[in-house]
Antibody
Framework: QVQLVESGGGVVQSGRSLRLSCAAA????????MHWVRRAPGKGLEWVAI????????YYAEFVKGRFTISRDNSKNTLYLDISSLRPDDTSFYYC????????WGQGTLVTVSS | QSALTQPASVSGSPGQTVTISCTVA?????????VSWFQQHPGKAPKLLIF???SRPSGVSRRFSGSKSDNTASLTISGLQAEDEADYFC????????????FGGGTRVTVL
């Protein structure tokens, strides 16, 4: 069955950088578009970015403003999200999701940014 | 202005039918098309319930159904059960020079 497991979250100081990872299994990772979505405490879901099966094609939400970079390593079945200049309002659970319809989701990894 | 608007909360008694609406803002009509619905229980991963307005993935209960009328998509939960108490989000995406996904603000369903 499809498995998506996020890692890399934790408590980080404002202004620092962080890399999140998402290990995928149970489907043809290289053929699937992949997303990052986040949910801040008390808020709703917020789409962050997508990377198509072609590793060079990426799209981002407007709020990202160049601070986030989505990437993938199809040889390792792994998705990444690099976040720079972290801010307290980046505090969220970060989820990876597969497919055009966001068919499957991981359990999420919590990023807490302290000021 | 949010592209997708949902009611903040909906409630019903066990066995009842509840409907959640998701309205596309007038300035976004024609940009955001197909609507999906997701369920999220506290501390759990979101789950896809409905895609392309009314299609159900394999394994999703038939008590969940989707529909569309003009610029509003709806999720209907029939035979409400205690386990349906969760947050529900609609979502859509726009294509063109860029690809952009959006979520509605979410609706908390409470089973009385």
């Amino acid at each position: 069955q499809v498995q998506l497991v996020e890692s890399g979250g934790g408590v980080v100081q404002s202004g620092r950088s962080l890399r999140l990872s998402c290990a995928a299994a149970g489907f043809t990772f290289s053929s699937s578009p992949m997303h990052w979505v986040r949910r801040a405490p008390g808020k709703g879901l917020e789409w962050v970015a997508i990377i198509l099966s072609d590793e060079n094609i990426t799209y981002y939400a407007e709020f990202v403003k160049g601070r986030f970079t989505i990437s993938r390593d199809n040889s390792k079945n792994t998705l990444y999200l690099d976040i720079s200049s972290l801010r307290p309002d980046d505090t969220s659970f970060y989820y990876c999701s597969s497919g055009t319809q966001l068919d499957y989701w991981g359990q999420g990894t919590l990023v807490t940014v302290s000021s | 202005q949010s592209a997708l608007t949902q009611p903040a909360s909906v409630s019903g008694s066990p066995g009842q039918t509840v409907t959640i609406s998701c309205t596309v803002a007038s300035s976004y009509i024609g940009h955001y098309n197909l609507v999906s619905w997701f369920q999220q229980h506290p501390g759990k991963a979101p789950k896809l319930l409905i895609f392309a307005f009314d299609s159900r993935p394999s394994g999703v209960s038939r008590r969940f159904s989707g529909s569309k009328s003009d610029n509003t998509a709806s999720l209907t939960i029939s035979g409400l059960q205690a386990e349906d108490e969760a947050d529900y989000f609609c979502s859509s995406y726009a294509t063109g020079p860029t690809l952009n996904y959006v979520f509605g603000g979410g609706t908390r369903v409470t089973v009385l």
